[in-house]
C-alpha cells in the first residue's frame, strides 16, 4: 500500500491521508459528502456551505459562557498571585 491508500475498519470508517488533508484544509468534524461516479468509483465533496468545527480555543470561550463559574484563568490566577507578593 503507498500513502494515499486507506484501509476501511470493520465499523465503516476509514481516514483521509494526511496530504489530502492538508492540501484541502480539512479539519476533524468537518462535513465530506460520498456520490457514486461508477460502480468502482467514488467521488468526495467538500460542501461549500461546511462550516469549519470551532478550535480548542473557541470551545474555552463556549464553556466560558456556558458555566461562568469554571476555575479562574492563568492570567488572573497569577494577578492574584503576584497581589499575594506583594503583601509579604
Same mark, same amino acid.
Given at each position: =500500500?503507498?500513502? =494515499?491508500?486507506?484501509?476501511? /475498519? ?11 488533508? &492538508? ?13 457514486? %461516479? ?5 467521488? %468526495? ?5 461546511? &462550516? /469549519?468545527?470551532?478550535?480548542? %480555543?473557541? =470551545?474555552?470561550?463556549?464553556a466560558r459562557r456556558v458555566n461562568p463559574g469554571l476555575p479562574p484563568t492563568t492570567a488572573a490566577m497569577l494577578e492574584l498571585l503576584r497581589a499575594g507578593e506583594a503583601d509579604?
Amino acid at each position: =500500500m503507498d500513502d =494515499m491508500t486507506t484501509t476501511l /475498519t470493520e465499523r465503516g470508517q476509514t481516514s483521509v491521508p494526511a496530504a489530502i488533508r &492538508k492540501q484541502a484544509g480539512l479539519a476533524p468534524g468537518q462535513a465530506l459528502r460520498w456520490e457514486f %461516479v461508477s460502480e468502482h468509483e467514488l467521488r %468526495v465533496f467538500i460542501p461549500e456551505d461546511a &462550516k /469549519t468545527p470551532p478550535n480548542a %480555543v473557541a =470551545m474555552i470561550g463556549f464553556a466560558r459562557r456556558v458555566n461562568p463559574g469554571l476555575p479562574p484563568t492563568t492570567a488572573a490566577m497569577l494577578e492574584l498571585l503576584r497581589a499575594g507578593e506583594a503583601d509579604v
